[in-house]
Structures are given as structure tokens and as C-alpha cells.
């Protein structure tokens, strides 16, 4: 018997016969069956048929279930379990089940480079449908979910059908017009447009058609298009020859974030059978197949979980995700948020590309997770709306949640299958006795060992402790000493009890030391943590802690994983409950602030290495707990959520340990923005604003931190009402670094927006404020922010000047990154202002010292300038050298800015050169690129390289660009003469001549004058065009021009 849902309802015989239900209730029944592949309860069952439940329901149910028996029997039967009903159909009998086995068996051949195969299976699987799931019935809200995955798993097969089509050489160029008609925000159908139109020799239609997707996306969505669609327009514009053969598939990161298992385990068979079934139930399940073990504290949920997803490895290929979500923790739970960013980090994604907001980031990672098979467990959940957002939603993985809850509403809702855990057997309990105690001597008094296996509730976390207790002699013995001591005599009471016993017997066998130890390992912030950590919370001496942490990894009390420890949460509350029933609140506090005085005091070092010309507050210089940018950085790496969890809890504690909150807060800004780390950036910030509430001055910093992020994250708006409410917290405080660092936020936020005048104020204002107050790290800053908006505003005198002061400060400071920036910029200055022997002189300075200190994107932008002034000398060889050094530095180091740059000067030789496409080639990809970093300066020079100059100017003039505006308008004069338009030619050139002159931009005036003198000579002015042609030979003479010999001849 066969069984249709992808289309109307079909149910045939093994003669082809269509038989159906004759109620439409039970037609709705048997889809429902159909759909669900575990156990669906009576309840559910009738709210699905049901929307307002007669009295009669439960009866009603029966009736249909018995009436679907006797149709279909023999062939297929509904079997009653305890937790409901279930449909036996063999995956080859349901099209949705056939449907979803082709479909991985197509993938696994495309995976392996057989597209024929694949194709043929894509093909076949798409062939199954005959119309929209269940039409022409009503989809029930237990199924809505599966129903939506199927959908969206035909699209996808139809895209990756596309790929393999694509990969075979076939020309699919018309079906995708027609699919993206249909789907027109369906960006991979777009991509796969773009290649298909490339490798049939369109190359305009495929450029002109990512146009379209992206006036589509703007217009609807506001938004531009994914960074690798981006990616394949450049790739098409450079005409890379990547693209004419077939690429091998992507490789992605593969994620191994499982813990280690735990040793001897024993018993589960059944567990095991189940989750190895249902991981068969997942292959090629775009559904989504999802998990839930559920049982009481201390029974090895998650040594069961962890153990049978080390073991399926090889089931998952891409890989295994893993988070403990602290959902019965001493510890605040984890937000769904603060995992998805590490899961999104885990699987490649840039943590520039994670968003804070949390329904972007569940989007993001369910598109990432979309066609890999991955393996998810979530440990310790504590309610369903904690899991909901880290569902992957479609993918051939599965998900494996832990509970002490039922969590029946994911069970009922998402369709999770539930396996509930309960004690090991008699058997189970005392097989792993034998295997911690010794087979020899439990198989010697099996009688004693029972009884402790029973003691202990048969609970595995009971029965490890209790054995790792045991010092020797007779089972008998140490049962009896247990009883006598009054120990575990209540543990047949209950699980909790049993736990809590072997908690108390483990405990109270440690030496003191090791207790007080244990005790307040439990202030610890963090899930785990190092040596130091420890010896921060008690105060010990390092070599005696590391001692008494090995007692506590032996009393199976801790668990160590290289040279960090952690905990059962159980033992984290339990620490806490014996700290504050055995230690006074005055030594819980000093351990507390001992240890977060630690953290704060490593961070602000870690800070001064790192980032040592950030403004921050007020505070003693730190020690030198660090020797390199290396080690700062690996510290902060390692701490991260334990500095994130400190600050969370310094806030929420309030009083005296506050204070912690907003100084980590402020320590880490520097290094959340080295690391993009959005999402832990802005709950920090968050929290330290919180607890600096009535500190003006801590609460200047905290919205200093959140103007920064909202900047990154380009969105302005957000970004000036945070730097705004920071500098007036700061003047109200009299912090005058917090004042000076918030205008200079403020200016950064307006020239990057185009706003020059409202920067250069800003900056202005900045920098009066570092001087009367001795700022030497602010002065640098604002100075260099100053020069960058003097040029952009076509005042290179002023910049030159800034940039001069700034590098004296440098100087000053010996430290060599910031000398060597400093050397850069103002050798681009000087080229910029046509002094070649001036720009190379701080270039080559420059360079070798960035080529020294490793720093190679500041290198590639250094070798773009030189590649210019070679390129103006008449240097080709050496001016290509340079350029296509800097392309290769920029490609690889990710820097999008400096690329459009290399670029760009590449066009200039190319033209100068005489090769007008390759030139046009360049200044197309440069302008592209520019775009992308949101360099509207950069983006107006590769137009007028276009002969775009018109759009170039409009830019300009907008943003008050002064010295592109006069290369815009020398551009325009260039293509108005071309035209034989020498009044309009002549009207551009005298404006462009009066802005050169008054920017001292000297390349471009002299190259304005050359182009003034063929306009005059058009005009038939020879006196005018001689006295042009004199005052550029000047200029191009003392520029060391190859234009100057070429002048003189007809001087």
C-alpha cells in the first residue's frame, strides 16, 4: 500500500486502486499519521481534528482510528504505544519520506562529484509531487511546521538540480529567468542566473541581472545583496576563469564542540537503539528531526546524550554543535542569543556577519545550517521557549535536547520525540560498580554490592561518587560504616535524596582544606575555570590549589579538561548551598571580590597591551601581567564567557562588586571591537550601564561602549544618541578623556556619513579638550581624525599640519604601529600634494616598519600609494610591482577598503600604459568594492576612472569633497573637449583649476592646465595655450613628471 502527501491526500492499493477515508475527519487523521513519524498522543489528536472539542471527541477519535484499521489492513497498521498512536509506513510507501531519501542520495553523489546521479535523483524526487502538501485539506497546527519544510525543501532541490545541471554544462539560463520571475528575492536562484548567462558567454546580461536582484532587494527589502552573491558579480566583472570550470564543493567550517565522553559508562542499550533510529529517521529529513531525553537530576542524561553523539560522528559529516544552556544551573541560564553566536562563529561565519538582534541571528543559522548535516545538543534545558530559537528548522541533522522537564509543549508543538531516562537497572548498577571497583571484588560479595547500588537509587552521578569514596576492604564494610554514620539511610526515600546523600558523603570525606576549596569554587561567574581563577577565590598558594583541585577531579567532584576545570550543576548548587550554610557572608564576599578584582585586573592589562590608546576610565596603571599583543589576546580568548558571565553577575549583585561590572565593561570595549564580538558586546554594555546607574562617569563609558558598537554596526542614528547621552554624562562627571573620545565618536559618525563641516567640529572640539588637559593618547586621535577630514575637504595644508603634529606624539610614544601610521598617512598626504621625494621618504619608513611588525594590511596600503607615485614617475615596472603586491596582501587579508584601492591605481597604470579595457576593468571593480565598505571618497575617483564624472561630482559636492570635485570636473572638461564642446570644456576647467589651486592639490592642477591648453589651442587662443602649457611644465617639472619632457619639447 502507498501513501501520497505532496499533493492531494492518496492512499492506493498494490493495485493502483485509490482508497480513501469517507469522513474528511478521518482523511485529516490519516495525513496527520502520515506526517508525524513519532508517537502523536491522544490529546494532540484531537486538538488537530478539533478546533472546539465536543464532549464526544475522545469517543469520536476511536471511531475514526478503527475505521482507518479496517481500511487499511492488512498491509499497514496503527499501533497503540504508551505515549500514542503511530502509523508503521515504510519510507518507500510515503512520497514525503521517498521524496526526502532521493533527495540525500542525490546530494551525497553531487557531494562526490556525480552529477549525472544527482541529477537523475533530483529529478525523480521532484517528479513526486502533484501539487501543495495535503491540497485541498485543511493542515493542522500539529503538522504546520513539517508541511512548511517539505515546501521549502522542493525549492531547494530545484536549486540544487540547478548546480548539478550547471556542473554538467547545460544551458539553464531560461528555466532561472522563469524560476526568478517567480521567486524574485531568492538570491541563490539569482546566483545561479548570473553564472548560467557568464557561461554562455553573456557577460552584460549577467551583470545586468544582479542589478535587478538589487534595486529588488532595495526597494522591498531595503537591504543589499549577501556578501557572496556580491562576491560573483565581482568575479563576473574580472572575468575570473574560476568560473568556467566547475568549483569543487565550498568547504565550510566543521564544528567539533562535543565534551568528552564520560569513562565506563554502562547500561542504556535501549537509549542507544532509539537515538540510533531516530538518527536513521534523519537522513534526508528536511524536518528536522529533533529529540528530547528527559529524566531526573544526576541520571546521565547528558553522559547519554554525549556518549551516543561521539559514537554517530560519522552520521553527522559536518559536524557536531554543543551547548549546555545551564537551564537547572547555580549559574543564570544561557540566552538563546549568547549560543547562537557561538554556533554561528563555530560554523565560519564573521563575527562581523552576527547580529545582536535574535531573530536576525536565528535566521542567519538556520540559512547556514540549511543543507548540512549537523548534529545539535542541547544540554540542561530548562523549558521549550529556550530551544524553539536554536532549532535549525530544515536540515538533515538532529537535535538532541536534555531535560529534567518533559517539555511536552516542544513535544506537541515542534513534534520532538521524547525518550524518558529513567534509573539503570539492578543489573546496570551493579555492572558499573564492577567497572569502577573491580569486577574481582564485586563479583566476591555480590550481595553488598546490590544493596549499594540500591542505596543509591541506581542513579549513575550516586553511584560514581559513592564508588570514587571507597578506600577498600569489604563492600559489606563500607555499606555498614555508610549506614552507621546515618548516611544513606533515607536514600530509598527518592532520586534527589539519593544524590544529595552521595553529595554529603563525598564532601564530608575531603580534607578540610579541600571542602573550603569546593565551597567557594562556587562565586566562579563561569561554567569552568583555570588554576588561577581559584587561587584568586580563596587566596591560596597556586601549587597547593592545583594539589586540592586533583583531590576534587578524583572525588569526581570536578571534571578536568586540559588545564581548565568544570562542574556537574548539580555540584555548582551544591557548592554554593554548603558555602552559604558553612561560610559567613564577610568571607563569601572576599572570596567574591578577591576574584573579580583578579579578572578586572588581568582585563585592564590585557587592555593596556592591546589597545593602549583607548580612552578609558580613570584608574591606576595596571601591572604588566603580559608580554605581547599574543598573550593579552589567548588570555581574553580563554575568559571570554567567564568575563562576560563576571560582568552579568557584578551587575545584577549590585553594591561594592557593581563597580566590576562597568570597569570589565570598559576594559573589553577595546577588545569586543578586535573581535566584532557583537552580541556579547552589547550585553555588556548593557549590563554595565545597568549597574552604573548614579556613576555619571561609569555610565559614560557604558554608553560610550554602545555609541561604538551601533557605529560598527552602521547604524547612525543609534550611534549619536548613545555618543550624545556619553558626552554629557562625561562633562557631568568631569571625566575629560570620556568627553574628548565621545566627540571623537561623534565626528567619526559624521564623516562616515558624509557630514564633513559637523565632523571637523567634533574632532575640533576633541582636541581642545586633550590639549588643556595633557591627553597625549586623545591628541593623537583627534589630530589624525582632524587631517583625515582636511583632506577629505580638500585643506591639505591643514591635514599635512595635523598629521605632522600626530606623528611628533607618535614619536613621542615609541610605540612603532602608531609611528608607522602616522609615517603612512602622511606620506600619502605628500603624494596627494604632488611631492614625490617627500611622500617616498615617509613611505619607505613606513613600510619597513609595518613589514617588521607583521602588520600587513597597513603594509598593502603603503605599497598602493608607492605603486601611485611610481605609476606618476613613469615607472611601470616598479608602479605594477607595488599595485599588484597590494591587491594580493589586500585579497588576503580580507580589507575590501585597500583592494578598491590597489585596484584603482592599477587602472591609472593600465591607462597610462595605453590598455583602455583592462584600465576600465579595474576602476569597474574598484568602484564595486568601494561601495561595499561604504567609501563614498573612493567610490567618486573609480567613477570618474569610468568617465563617470557626473555621477562622481554629485557625490562631491554632497559630501564636500573638495579634491575630487575638482578631478570630477577636470574629467568632465576632459569628455566636454572630446565632444568638441570647448565652451563647456573650457567653463569645467577653470572651476576645477580654482579648487586645485585652492586645495594645493598639485597633480591635479597641473594635469587641468595641460587640458586648459588644448582647449585654448581648440579655440584658437596660442598665447592662452602657451601660457597654460608654461605654468604645467613648471609643475610637472618639479614633480619629476615623464609629462614634463614631453611639454618641453613644444615650451
Request: proline fraction near 5%; include cysteine; charge should be negative.
Amino acid at each position: 500500500m502507498r501513501f501520497g502527501v505532496l499533493g492531494p491526500l492518496e492512499v492506493r492499493d498494490d493495485r493502483g486502486r485509490l482508497l480513501l477515508p469517507a469522513r474528511r475527519k478521518e482523511r485529516v487523521l490519516l495525513a496527520v499519521l502520515l506526517l508525524r513519524d513519532a508517537p502523536t498522543s491522544t490529546d494532540a489528536l484531537t486538538d488537530a481534528l478539533w478546533d472546539e472539542l465536543p464532549r464526544s471527541a475522545a469517543a469520536n477519535l476511536k471511531t475514526y482510528l478503527s475505521d482507518l484499521r479496517r481500511l487499511l489492513r492488512p498491509d499497514v497498521a496503527i499501533d497503540t504505544r504508551p505515549d500514542g498512536y503511530v502509523l508503521d509506513v515504510a519510507r518507500a510507501d510515503l512520497d514525503a519520506t521517498h521524496f526526502e531519501d532521493l533527495v540525500e542520495e542525490g546530494r551525497q553523489a553531487a557531494r562526490e562529484r556525480r552529477f549525472d546521479v544527482a541529477t537523475e535523483r533530483f529529478t525523480r524526487a521532484l517528479g513526486l509531487w502533484r501539487g501543495p502538501v495535503l491540497d485541498g485539506l485543511p493542515v493542522p497546527a500539529l503538522v504546520h511546521h513539517r508541511v512548511t519544510v517539505l515546501e521549502e525543501l522542493r525549492l531547494a532541490v530545484v536549486e540544487d538540480n540547478i548546480d548539478a545541471r550547471l556542473a554538467l554544462g547545460q544551458d539553464v539560463a531560461g528555466e532561472l529567468r522563469a524560476l526568478t520571475d517567480q521567486h524574485p528575492l531568492r538570491e541563490r536562484l539569482w546566483g545561479q542566473l548570473m553564472l548560467a548567462l557568464y557561461r554562455t558567454g553573456r557577460q552584460a546580461e549577467a551583470l545586468a541581472a544582479y542589478q535587478r536582484l538589487r534595486e529588488t532587494l532595495d526597494a522591498q527589502l531595503g537591504i543589499e545583496p549577501s556578501p557572496g552573491l556580491r562576491r560573483l558579480h565581482v568575479e563576473i566583472l574580472r572575468a575570473d576563469r574560476s568560473l568556467d570550470r566547475t568549483p569543487p564543493p565550498a568547504s565550510a567550517a566543521i564544528p567539533r564542540q562535543l565534551p568528552a565522553a564520560v569513562p565506563s559508562f554502562t547500561g542504556r542499550a535501549r537509549a542507544l537503539a532509539e537515538l540510533d533510529r531516530l538518527a536513521d529517521r534523519a537522513r534526508g529529513d528536511r524536518s528536522g528531526t529533533v529529540v528530547v531525553i528527559s529524566g531526573t537530576a544526576g541520571v546521565g542524561k547528558t553522559a547519554l546524550a554525549v556518549r551516543w553523539a561521539d559514537a554517530a560522528r560519522d552520521r553527522f559529516p559536518d559536524g557536531q554543535l554543543y551547548a549546555d544552556l545551564r537551564g537547572y544551573d547555580a549559574l543564570p541560564p544561557r540566552r538563546p542569543l549568547e549560543v547562537l553566536s557561538r554556533f554561528l562563529h563555530a560554523l565560519g561565519v564573521p563575527p562581523e556577519r552576527v547580529p545582536p538582534d535574535l531573530d536576525e541571528a536565528v535566521a542567519l543559522y538556520r540559512s547556514t545550517l540549511a543543507d548540512r548535516s549537523v548534529l545539535v545538543v542541547l544540554d540542561n534545558a530548562a523549558a521549550g521557549d529556550q530551544v524553539r530559537p536554536l532549532l535549525p528548522g530544515g536540515s538533515g541533522g538532529l537535535v538532541v535536547v536534555t531535560s529534567r522537564d518533559r517539555l511536552a509543549g516542544l513535544v506537541a508543538r515542534d513534534g520532538a520525540a521524547r525518550i524518558a531516562l529513567d534509573v539503570l537497572t539492578p543489573a546496570e548498577s551493579v555492572d558499573l560498580l564492577a567497572t569502577l571497583l573491580g569486577r574481582e571484588r564485586t563479583a566476591a560479595e555480590p550481595d553488598a554490592t546490590a544493596e549499594l547500588a540500591d542505596l543509591c537509587a541506581h542513579l549513575p552521578l550516586a553511584l560514581r561518587i559513592t564508588a570514587a569514596h571507597f578506600t577498600g576492604g569489604r563492600i559489606a564494610d563500607h555499606v555498614a560504616e555508610l549506614r552507621r554514620g546515618n548516611r544513606l539511610t533515607a536514600l530509598h526515600a527518592d532520586e534527589d535524596t539519593a544524590v544529595r546523600a552521595a553529595f554529603d558523603l563525598s564532601y564530608s570525606a575531603l580534607p578540610a582544606p579541600a571542602r573550603r576549596l569546593f565551597r567557594l569554587l562556587g562565586v566562579i561567574p563561569g561554567q569552568d575555570f583555570t588554576v588561577d581563577e581559584a587561587v584568586a577565590a580563596t587566596g591560596g598558594a597556586p601549587p597547593a590549589t592545583e594539589e586540592l583541585l586533583g583531590t576534587l577531579t578524583d572525588a569526581h567532584l570536578l571534571h578536568r579538561d586540559g588545564d581548565r576545570y568544570t562542574t556537574h550543576d548539580l555540584l555548582r548548587l551544591y557548592a554554593r548551598e554548603r558555602a552559604r550554610a558553612e561560610e559567613t557572608p564577610e568571607r563569601r564576599d572576599r572570596a567574591s571580590h578577591r576574584l573579580y578584582a583578579w579578572y578586572t585586573a588581568h582585563a585592564e592589562a590585557a587592555a593596556a597591551v592591546l589597545y593602549p590608546d583607548m580612552a578609558r576610565l580613570p584608574r591606576p596603571a595596571p601591572q604588566p601581567l603580559f608580554e605581547n599583543e599574543a598573550q593579552a589576546s589567548a588570555w581574553l580568548d580563554a575568559e571570554r564567557a567567564n568575563l562576560v558571565a563576571a560582568v552579568l553577575h557584578a551587575a545584577d549583585a549590585g553594591g561594592d562588586l557593581a563597580e566590576h561590572a562597568w570597569l570589565l565593561a570598559d576594559a573589553l570595549r577595546g577588545y569586543f571591537w578586535l573581535r566584532m564580538a557583537t552580541v556579547d558586546w552589547l550585553t555588556v554594555a548593557l549590563a554595565a550601564r545597568r549597574a552604573a546607574e548614579g556613576d555619571p562617569t561609569a555610565r559614560a563609558s557604558a554608553e560610550l561602549s554602545l555609541g561604538n558598537l551601533h557605529f560598527l554596526l552602521s547604524e547612525h542614528a543609534r550611534a549619536i544618541e548613545h555618543s550624545t547621552a556619553a558626552l554629557r554624562l562625561a562633562e557631568e562627571g568631569g571625566w575629560h578623556a570620556g568627553q574628548a573620545s565621545a566627540h571623537n565618536n561623534l565626528g567619526g559618525i559624521h564623516r562616515q556619513s558624509g557630514h564633513l563641516a559637523e565632523a571637523a567640529a567634533h574632532f575640533a572640539r576633541s582636541l581642545e579638550i586633550d590639549r588643556r588637559h595633557g591627553l597625549h593618547a586623545g591628541q593623537m586621535a583627534s589630530l589624525n581624525n582632524l587631517a583625515i577630514v582636511a583632506w577629505q575637504l580638500g585643506r591639505l595644508a591643514d591635514s599635512t599640519e595635523y598629521f605632522t603634529q600626530a606623528l611628533r606624539l607618535r614619536r613621542q610614544s615609541q610605540a612603532p604601529q602608531g609611528i608607522a601610521l602616522a609615517l603612512g598617512n602622511l606620506g600619502e598626504l605628500w603624494h596627494t600634494r604632488g611631492e614625490p621625494d617627500e611622500a617616498l621618504r615617509h613611505l619607505t619608513e613606513a613600510l619597513g616598519i609595518h613589514r617588521e611588525i607583521g602588520a600587513r594590511v597597513a603594509e598593502a596600503g603603503n605599497l598602493t600609494t608607492l605603486a601611485a607615485i611610481h605609476n606618476d614617475l613613469g615607472d611601470l615596472p616598479a608602479a605594477y610591482e607595488h599595485a599588484r603586491t597590494s591587491l594580493m596582501l589586500a585579497r588576503d587579508t580580507g580589507e575590501r577598503r585597500i583592494e578598491a584601492g590597489a585596484l584603482h591605481v592599477l587602472g591609472d597604470i593600465h591607462r597610462r600604459a595605453g590598455q583602455e579595457a583592462d584600465a576600465l576593468d579595474c576602476y569597474r571593480q574598484a568602484a564595486l568594492l568601494a561601495r561595499e565598505a561604504d567609501d563614498d571618497f573612493l567610490a567618486a575617483e573609480a567613477l570618474i576612472g569610468q568617465g563617470r564624472a557626473e555621477e562622481a561630482l554629485a557625490i562631491a559636492r554632497k559630501a564636500g569633497y573638495r579634491v575630487v570635485e575638482g578631478k570630477a570636473l577636470t574629467a568632465l572638461a576632459r569628455a566636454e573637449l572630446a565632444a568638441g564642446n570647448t565652451a563647456a570644456a573650457d567653463a569645467h576647467a577653470r572651476e576645477a583649476l580654482e579648487i586645485h589651486r585652492s586645495t594645493g592639490h598639485r597633480p591635479g592642477e597641473a594635469h587641468t592646465l595641460l587640458l586648459l591648453d588644448r582647449v585654448a589651442a581648440a579655440r584658437s587662443e596660442p598665447d592662452l595655450a602657451a601660457a597654460y602649457r608654461r605654468a604645467a611644465l613648471e609643475l610637472f617639472t618639479r614633480m619629476r613628471s615623464p609629462e614634463a619632457d614631453a611639454l618641453r619639447d613644444r615650451v
